[in-house]
């Protein structure tokens, strides 16, 4: 009798978790959650995209040419840290001042320039 208890025990205690196991259909919301809309993209010509990208590009060129003097390149403070801005290391004699939204690579005597890049 008692393995018999026993047993039917051990045997529904099976069952049940074999059963937990299993997982139930989650309930589905009855409204979409989100703005967008649902698309089928098996089907072609079915599906509308009103999304409209504009991108502009604006070009600036700069206006410092190498071997042009620049005479207010004193007014800057020098560049130190030129390899964090991506710039190389200037020459004997050179510097990297920032002028505007450009970087511009000067002579210290004399003020010309060697070089100029934009900023990012």
């Known amino acids: 009798m008692k393995r018999l208890i026993l047993s039917a ?19 589905q919301p009855s409204a979409p959650q989100s703005n967008y809309t649902q698309i089928d993209w098996q089907k072609p010509g079915r599906h509308v995209d009103k999304r409209v990208v504009k991108k502009k590009v604006i070009v600036k060129r700069s206006h410092w040419r190498n071997g042009q003097r620049y005479s207010n390149w004193k ?21 990297w001042i920032r002028v505007g939204n450009d970087y511009v690579l000067v002579s210290i005597l004399s003020g010309i320039i060697f070089g100029a890049i934009a900023a990012q």
């Not at 025990?9 to 309930?27: D, F």
């Open 75 to 95: 007014r800057h403070q020098p560049i130190r840290d030129w390899n964090r801005h991506g710039l190389r290391r200037p020459g004997p004699g050179q510097e």
């Open 9 to 27: 025990v051990t045997a529904s205690v099976l069952a049940a978790s074999a059963l937990s196991g299993q997982a139930a259909p989650l309930a």
